[in-house]
Structure formats: structure tokens, C-alpha cells
């Protein structure tokens, strides 16, 4: 079974701070996905990433930016967090002959006070 | 961008089929329809992906007319544990097209 993990169910940050979320996929797959998910707007996706050391912006992507020095690794960062960067954050995976087939994780509840 | 349209909600008994449709009036020749389904707390999941006629597999039936401008996901007798949110999706391989929206939440009682 793919397994898509991330850092943490869920995390309380301060306004300013930087903030790294990484996700780890164990399914040697070519594409990883970050979407934040907020009530009434469903998924959003903010960046992509379709091989090591490349990325496509999303929907979403200002007041991000990610990193992708490893295959199986996708790393989201929030330069400096603000409130309304408070939401559920999503990662995902899907391998270059099945893209729209996604494995998620189990999401990451950010609160930024 | 190929949105897709979704009713909010549906509500339905244990046992029963349920046929999700969902609206994608502007899919592109080279776009795929794929649904997830999500449970609280949890990340969506695959369920299944057509591109025109009739996909089945072990969890859902997926319809697509030849127009293709609509496509209906049917889950044969639901049980409580289907109760989640599902989303209709249309997209290729530009990911900046997949959109997910805001899903159908489908509520499915005893």
C-alpha cells in the first residue's frame, strides 16, 4: 500500500514565524501535491511538483513556497505565517503513468495565533 | 478551467444504490473524470476514473455520456460507512486543472 506521511497531525504556530511542513511518500511515485483544505472552499491546491527540484505553483501559492531536494520528500513552507494561513494542509502523491490517481496523508491542522 | 458542479448534500437508507451526478460542461478532449471520497479527519481517497462509457471497479460504477458534459458516480447499496464526502474531479495531465471544489456530502442513514 502507498504510504504518504506528514510531520504532524497538527501544529500551533505563531504570526511571523517560518514554518516547515514536510510530507514523505514511499511509493518511489514522480508527483507530490500540497492543497490546503478550508470549510466551503474544498481543496486548494497551492504547489506541485512533477520531479526532484521542480514545482508549478497551484491555485494558492502566495505566502508559500516548497522545496523538493528528494524524490520521495515534498516540503511546503510558510516564510512567514498569518492567520489566515490557518487550515488543514493536505499532501499528496501520485506516480507519472497514474496522475490523477492521489494518495493523500493524513493532513496537517495548522493554526497560525 | 474545468470546474465541475455537485449538489451540497445527499441523503440516503442503508442498502439503497446512490447516484452522485456531477456537471463538467467545459471538459477538455484530452481531460479524465476521477472521483475521491473523504471521511472526517482523513485525506481523500481514489475511488475511481473514467474518460467516456462505463468504468466499474470493486467500490463504484462510473457513467459518462458520449457528450462527456456530465458523468454520475453509483455506489451499489451504501451501508453507514459510505458516509462521507465525495468529490468529481476533471483534469489531464495539467494538475492545475484539477479542481476539486467543494464535494457532495453524502449522508446515509440506518
Redesign the interface.
Known amino acids: 500500500d502507498v504510504k504518504?506521511t506528514q510531520s504532524s497531525r497538527y501544529l500551533v504556530k505563531r504570526t511571523g514565524e517560518k514554518v516547515f511542513l514536510e510530507c514523505v511518500q514511499d511509493m518511489d511515485h514522480e508527483?507530490m501535491?500540497w492543497?490546503r483544505q478550508d470549510p466551503?472552499?474544498?481543496?486548494?491546491?497551492i504547489y506541485?511538483s512533477?520531479d526532484v527540484k521542480m514545482k508549478?505553483?497551484?491555485?494558492i501559492p502566495e505566502g508559500y513556497s516548497v522545496s523538493r531536494e528528494k524524490k520521495e520528500r515534498f516540503s511546503l513552507i510558510l516564510e512567514s505565517a498569518s492567520t489566515n494561513q490557518t487550515s488543514m494542509y493536505?499532501c499528496?502523491s501520485s506516480s507519472g503513468t497514474a496522475?490523477?490517481?492521489?494518495?493523500?496523508?493524513?493532513?496537517t491542522r495548522l493554526t497560525v495565533t | 478551467l474545468a470546474k465541475t458542479t455537485q449538489p451540497i448534500s445527499m441523503d440516503s437508507y442503508e442498502g439503497q444504490e446512490v447516484n452522485i451526478t456531477c456537471s463538467h460542461n467545459n471538459i477538455a478532449t484530452n481531460d479524465y473524470i476521477t472521483w475521491y471520497q473523504q471521511f472526517p479527519s482523513q485525506g481523500p481517497r481514489f475511488i475511481i476514473q473514467g474518460y467516456k462509457t462505463k468504468v466499474t471497479n470493486e467500490v463504484a460504477s462510473l457513467f459518462i455520456p458520449a457528450d462527456r458534459k456530465s458523468s454520475t458516480l453509483s455506489l451499489p447499496r451504501v451501508s453507514l460507512s459510505d458516509t462521507a464526502v465525495y468529490y468529481c474531479l476533471v483534469g489531464g495531465y495539467n494538475f492545475n486543472k484539477f479542481y476539486f471544489g467543494s464535494g457532495t456530502k453524502l449522508n446515509v442513514k440506518p
Open positions: 504518504v508527483n501535491f492543497y466551503g472552499l474544498g481543496l486548494r491546491l506541485f512533477y508549478e505553483k497551484g491555485d493536505l499528496a496522475p490523477r490517481e492521489q494518495y493523500f496523508g493524513p493532513g
